[in-house]
């Protein structure tokens, strides 16, 4: 029987369903097990944290697939699973509709003060300083959309339902037929807010830093829900500090890449200091319906390789899995 390793919690119906298609292994909870222990026995890996590295796909001979949970697979060493015959696998578009809500639960929390005057109330005092509290309206703002695919494309028909003004650029294809393209500098220089909706790829680390803050229309709002790395965290604190940026609202941080779980160890964004900052904990795609979506499209996955397919939404081509099927 096939064995397969869980990294992280997985919604429960997902896990029965894994359960199907071979032995299950927990890396978590009461009877968690080290993947280093069993590395020669697993055949498939259900990846949510954690990271898959070289030197693990190495000690891992069985292995057919690394099957991620979710879109981003930027903690898979992807080249050194295809050297070894392994696919690797995502879920795009299965957490969609949830993070395009936080992206907007991010939004109105930071333009109408909610944290703050929540925090106001529950400390007792109603009636303080209510005028501080004042926040704008989302109509007739323009929001600037740094990605357009899938989420990106979502993103853009709430914020026009809200009265917003919509317009994109995308570092990955040319989409200037679109009347809403503009290049980044004019995005940069136009929105009042500026949400990122791309990949974490060598050529988009550090894709906004202090320059690209210097260019941001002063007192527009960052919204980040794709991966840290992607903003200059130490940048973004000072536009945050001087006021050049009203505020941001981020789901991911740079850390996670090193510590997934203590990120703020290596943290250079000053979370505990900014009350202009509202940091989620990369939760955007994480509701119950989507926990479920995009599970069974991992599980889908796994069962297709295991039955020696190729499967729907692989990141890599592992040349020696192609010559296996052929």
Known sequence: MPLIFVTSPIHEQVLQALGTYGEVRLGYGEHAVNYDAIAHDVDAVFLRGGHMTAERIAASPRLKIIARHGAGYDNVDTLAAAEHGIWVTNTPGANCRSVVEHVFALLLAISRQLITAAQQTRDGNWARDRLALSGIELEGRTLGLIGFGNIGQHVAPVAEAFGMKVVFTDPAFDTR??????????????????????PLLPGTRHLLGATEFDKMKPGAVLINTSRGGVVDEGALSDALRSGRLAGAGVDVLDAENVDMIDPFKHNTLAVADLPNLIVTPHVAGQTDESLLRVGMSAVEAIAAVLRGQAPAHPVNQPVAALQRQA
Do not use: N, Y
């Open 177 to 198: 037929h679109d009347a809403r393209w503009v290049d980044l500098d004019t995005l940069l220089a136009t929105a009042d807010v500026v949400s990122l909706h791309v």
